[in-house]
């Protein structure tokens, strides 16, 4: 892999990491705040799973 592709796929990764646990916190509040802290990798492999998932289910249908 390319340098470049590979440092933009980081920044791009770990920007979209910080919105969606922003994004968690305005729509859940505080209660799921010590859920994210505990749990911020799951929750984060469980996104972008769903994320890929989405994207194949549309190339594919």
């Known amino acids: ?28 509040g505080a209660p799921v705040r010590v859920f994210i802290e505990r749990r911020l990798g799951l929750v984060f492999t469980l996104f972008v799973a769903l994320l890929i998932g989405g994207f194949l289910l549309v190339e594919y249908l």
């Open 1 to 28: 892999m390319p340098l470049g592709v590979f440092i933009g796929t980081s920044i791009i990764a770990r920007a979209l990491r910080f919105f969606v646990v922003a994004a968690l916190l305005k729509a859940f």
